[in-house]
Nanobody, 120 residues
Framework: QVQLVESGGGLAQPGGSLRLSCAASGNIFSISAMGWYRQAPGRQRELVAA???????DYADSVKGRFTISRDNAKNTVYLQMNSLKPEDTAVYYC??????????????WGKGTLVTVSS
């Protein structure tokens, strides 16, 4: 069974920083892209940032210049460094791994989410 486990969420003040981590485990041979999504109360889940295996990145306009996504392919781990946090960044953040090739075939996987709250 492939699992994605997020960590690093919590409470931050406006202007502060948090770093999220997501580690994929299981009988994994390769992962295409990894990314972070978020869902605020009453809103749809949205893409925050994604990174391919080759290191190409994509960001939502709302986080460009503030968030940085990175990936350690050897550890099947993706990170999200969040700086200059704003109250509107408050949401549950989910990790996603696309086209995971494992002993179970090729599938997409989601983590269970980690809550980020930005408030003074």
């Amino acid at each position: 069974q492939v699992q994605l486990v997020e960590s690093g969420g919590g409470l931050a003040q406006p202007g502060g920083s948090l770093r999220l981590s997501c580690a994929a485990s299981g009988n994994i041979f390769s992962i295409s892209a990894m990314g972070w999504y978020r869902q605020a109360p009453g809103r749809q889940r949205e893409l925050v940032a994604a990174v391919t295996g080759g290191g190409r990145t994509d960001y939502a306009d709302s986080v460009k210049g503030r968030f940085t996504i990175s990936r350690d392919n050897a550890k099947n781990t993706v990170y999200l460094q969040m700086n200059s946090l704003k109250p509107e960044d408050t949401a549950v953040y989910y990790c996603k791994a696309d086209r995971v090739r494992s002993g179970f075939g090729v599938m997409d996987y989601w983590g269970k989410g980690t809550l980020v709250t930005v408030s003074s």
